[in-house]
């Protein structure tokens, strides 16, 4: 059983549209990461976040640590928020290395 | 002020070769984190380097070495490739080594084909 999981491993929507998608973690962590991933590969970090809520822009990341649960959401979704949104967390508590998710992969129809 | 760069972009090899990729991590950072991406999968943590040391290390043989020169910069080695090491292969740098709680910026990676 990998330490992150997300959910879903899929995600179909249309522009305009409100998308949630959820990452659980087994392992103790002081923060979390949400990442977003284009094709060709280059990653770009969009949170680290170790309580409550975060916004930037049209994104809105949560987590709740007691349940180790976090959740991103993305407003108004557009086209070119199709990617794969992966999230991870610091092995051993740690920020030493990163236990991934293997993400989301969200296209978004126009 | 360049972000992480890697290079080469791609790469092809054969069974047995070696290969050696290379990061320069964003301006101002000092730490190093290397992971190798198979093809729909999550990155694999391989190791982390601080200080021009291996200060943490993933379930990668010995096959995998590395290091990081005093301007901070790094390198990845792979000896003896296998068909399976076929991946892309993400650098990560970030501020202040284990314990540092600063977000970790990515490079492109590095996509690495074993023929």
């Known amino acids: 059983k990998n330490e992150v999981e997300q959910s879903p491993q899929n995600l179909t929507a249309q522009e305009g549209e409100f998308i949630t998608i959820n990452c659980s973690y087994s392992v103790g962590i002081s923060a979390l990461h949400w990442l977003q991933q284009h094709p060709g590969g280059g990653i770009v970090s969009l949170f680290m976040?170790?309580?409550g809520k975060k916004k930037h822009g049209r994104l809105i990341a949560t987590i709740n640590i007691q349940e180790k649960h976090s959740s991103l959401h993305i407003t108004a979704s557009h086209p070119r928020d199709s990617a794969v949104y992966i999230c991870a967390a610091p092995y051993g508590g740690s920020q030493g290395n990163l236990i991934f998710g293997k993400g989301t992969k969200l296209s978004v129809k126009p | 002020d360049a972000g992480v760069t890697q290079s080469p972009t791609h790469l092809i090899k054969t069974r047995g070769q070696q290969v050696t990729l290379r990061c320069s991590p964003k301006s101002g950072h000092d730490t190093v984190s290397w992971y190798q991406q198979a093809l729909g999968q999550g990155p694999q943590f391989i190791f982390q380097y601080y200080e021009e040391e291996e200060r943490q290390r993933g379930n990668f043989p010995d096959r995998f070495s590395g290091h990081q020169f005093p301007n901070y910069s790094s390198e990845l080695n792979v000896n003896a490739l296998l068909l399976g090491d076929s991946a892309l292969y993400l650098c990560a740098s970030s501020l202040g080594g284990l314990l540092a709680k600063n977000i970790q910026y990515f490079g492109a990676g590095t996509r690495l084909s074993v023929l």
């Open positions: 976040l170790s309580s």
